[in-house]
């Protein structure tokens, strides 16, 4: 069996799907190859994990992670998946002990029936051996299970050959996008501060809040794409220049400029500023980290990046409606063509309003209830 050579597809407690049409294969011949393979295709050596990799025409189309135990039923969102990406055939691996995993590769095992569609293996690993759910000569697979030895398979070498990285754990992960500390978050802390001083400084000199409304967020839009351009050019944002771009990512309007210009290689930026922003203003720049990880086919990124937005605002629209694509296995592909220009954005909410400055002003009174605004 070859798979691709993918990005890291899935995390709990959601999996998704990534387009791995044109990468070199990694090629697996035998279940300790297909053991070594996991955790470059998850990004994380798993535990206590069920895992999926839905593959067509000997390419893994599909790789999807959940946390196990899970409740009934919550393989279905495979289903539309495996349709829509045309697999043929899954291989299935689940970590843990056999009252923990078996009934969750049973039912991944029923839905490949149900949708006809073939199991090439079933596997089941725990404390450095393994099981084999379609094969029971003792000669072969004996009860007490086969020893395996990850260093003894090439798909450790082939894969850190291309670029693939197995981290050890999903902690491991989580904490590429923790919240700076130290020095850093003081010097952040002060220059939101200057930032938020200056933004009231402005709205309390405007002559009215139409122009101040209009002022602001032409202002922004202009940030957002210095930004990107100094991203591009390989730069980085200073301290006052993050926090004034992390006050403005909470205007909608100045948000979506960025995802409409989004690329795959922004995910750095994105990176950056959810690790440097204070709290209550990283939603936005998670949110956007989330989507060009999701498009980039890094989808375990992507959810952790989501986790630490709804973990802030659960009530975040842009993170909300990324999560459900995540948990209902949808491709980025779906938005090829999609994504609203900047020209058809500014035609569709028309010109700035004061109202589009309330989520950032009610951001800045929850920080400090005593502050008036206008």
């Excluded at 890291?8 to 070199?24: I, K």
């Excluded at 802390?189 to 709205?203: I, K, M, P, Q, S």
Aim: glycine fraction near 6%; include cysteine; charged fraction near 20%.
């Amino acid at each position: 069996m070859t798979t691709n050579h993918p990005a890291p597809a899935s995390s709990h407690p959601t999996a998704s799907t990534s387009d791995f049409t044109s990468e070199p294969c990694l090629t697996l011949t035998s279940p300790t190859d297909i053991l070594a393979a996991v955790p470059y295709l998850v990004g994380f050596h798993p535990k206590s994990s069920l895992i999926v990799i839905g593959i067509h025409r000997r390419q893994a189309k599909v790789v999807a992670r959940w946390s196990l135990p899970f409740p009934p039923g919550t393989l279905a969102a495979l289903e539309p998946a495996f349709e829509r990406e045309g697999v043929t055939e899954i291989v299935i691996v689940g970590y843990g002990p056999g009252d923990l995993v078996t009934p969750a590769v049973d039912e991944a095992r029923l839905l490949a029936a149900k949708t006809a569609i073939h199991v090439g293996e079933a596997l089941r690993a725990h404390e450095g051996r393994y099981w084999s759910y379609l094969c029971d000569l003792p000669a072969c697979c004996p009860a007490e299970g086969t020893p395996y030895d990850l260093s003894t398979s090439q798909i450790a070498a082939e894969a850190t050959v291309r670029g693939l990285v197995a981290l050890p754990d999903r902690e491991s992960l989580e904490r590429i996008i923790a919240p700076m500390t130290g020095p850093v978050r003081l010097a952040m802390r002060r220059a939101t501060a200057d930032a938020v001083a200056e933004f009231r400084a402005g709205l309390t000199a405007a002559p009215d809040l139409d122009t101040f409304a209009t002022h602001y967020v032409a202002e922004s839009l202009a940030r957002v794409r210095s930004a990107l351009r100094t991203h591009e050019e390989g730069g980085r944002l200073d301290d006052a220049q993050a926090a004034k771009l992390g006050l403005a990512l909470a205007i909608t309007r100045v948000r979506d400029e960025a995802w409409t210009l989004m690329q795959d290689s922004h995910a750095l930026l994105w990176r950056d500023l959810t690790r440097r922003l204070e709290p209550r203003f990283t939603p936005p720049a998670a949110a956007l980290l989330a989507m060009a990880a999701w498009r980039e086919g890094n989808s375990i990124q992507a959810t952790i990046a989501l986790e630490r937005a709804l973990t802030i605002d659960p009530g975040y629209s842009m993170a909300n409606l990324l999560m459900h694509a995540l948990q209902n296995l949808l491709s980025p592909a779906i938005l090829r063509g999609r994504l609203p220009t900047p020209a058809e954005l500014d035609a569709a909410m028309g010109p700035p309003h004061p109202s589009w400055l309330l989520p950032l002003v009610n951001l800045l009174d929850d920080e400090d209830p005593q502050t008036p605004s206008r």
